[in-house]
């Protein structure tokens, strides 16, 4: 059973930067795709970033284009989201993700997303 832990979030001003982690364990990482989401209360929650499980194709959401990088290493299992610049509308809490199997051909925006960490708080406030 994959198993996804989120930590890094916290209080930064605005323009700052955090870096999230998704620390996955149960299973191989190699073979899944992994998400950033997030959802803001109120709000619906919002593909941040995604990186496939090979590392070669990532995708941003575009208010994300420019500021957030996503990236992971395998062999530690993790995945990190490296977010700068940051504003107040960044505020949310962060959820990383990972579907139930891997599917050839298809793009990581395009996946059903089945196993959810518990999700880490980013507030960007003065």
């Known amino acids: 059973q994959l198993q996804l832990v989120e930590s890094g979030g916290g209080l930064v001003q605005p323009g700052g ?55 992971r290493d395998n062999a530690k299992r993790t995945v990190h989201l490296q977010m700068n610049n940051l504003k107040p509308e960044d505020t949310a809490g962060y959820y990383c993700a990972a579907p139930k199997s891997f599917i050839v051909g298809t793009m990581c925006q395009d996946y059903n997303y089945n196993y959810w960490g518990q999700g880490t708080q980013v507030t960007v406030s003065s």
């Open 17 to 71: 930067s955090l870096r999230l982690s998704c620390a996955a364990s149960g299973v191989n990482l190699n073979y899944y795709p992994i998400a950033w989401f997030r959802q803001a209360p109120g709000k619906e929650r919002e593909l941040v970033s995604c990186i496939s499980n090979d590392n070669v194709y990532t995708y941003y959401a575009d208010s994300m284009k420019g500021r957030f990088t996503i990236s």
